[in-house]
């Protein structure tokens, strides 16, 4: 096996990304602290064709060169937006939105068990570090889903999170 070069990998340009069709999916960060993270997840909704971030609260915004590090210019092809509080933001969206809470609940459908409906739009709303998704904002969602974890943890890293939601979504998409 030999590994593939960049050139062989055929990646749009930030242009050719922007005018390309995006999967129906928006992901939303609720107050999430880390740079490393919002870097992180701007990289994943790259590489998963995602429409758009909307990035809430104390979530930081490009330009930043600790978001760069591990978005690699993904914060310039990915589409995004700030709000000052989350619930703005899923207002933004309107009704034919999906609103998915990325969050354990008494009520959380676990992730290898949500249907994605390849007709619909979704946003993926994902929490802060410590505390997850605001009560507040887990309300205005229509759904919680919880990825399912057999270990000692409670959580994963809210970017590793991102990654595999953003995965189960994007995935009726791929051609």
Excluded at 58 to 74: N, Q
């Amino acid at each position: 096996m030999i590994k593939k070069t960049i050139l062989d990998l055929h990646r749009d340009t930030a242009e050719e990304f922007h005018a390309k069709r995006k999967f129906p999916i928006t992901v939303v960060l609720d107050n999430v602290r880390s740079l490393n993270n919002i870097g992180s997840v701007f990289r994943t909704s790259d590489a998963f064709c995602v429409e758009r971030i909307l990035l809430c609260g104390i979530t930081a915004t490009p330009p930043s060169p600790e978001i760069h590090k591990t978005a690699l210019g993904a914060e310039d092809s990915v589409d995004w937006s700030y709000f000052p509080d989350t619930l703005s933001a899923l207002r933004s969206l309107g009704p034919e939105w999906t609103l998915c809470a990325v969050e354990q609940t008494h009520q959380s459908i676990s992730l290898e068990r949500f249907e994605v409906d390849p007709s619909r739009k979704y946003a993926l709303v994902l929490g802060h570090e410590v505390y997850g998704v605001d009560q507040a904002v887990v309300d205005a969602c229509h759904h919680s889903i919880e990825l399912p974890q057999f270990g000692t943890k409670h959580s994963l890293n809210v970017a590793v999170t991102a990654g595999i939601a953003i995965w189960h979504f994007a995935r009726p998409h791929f051609p």
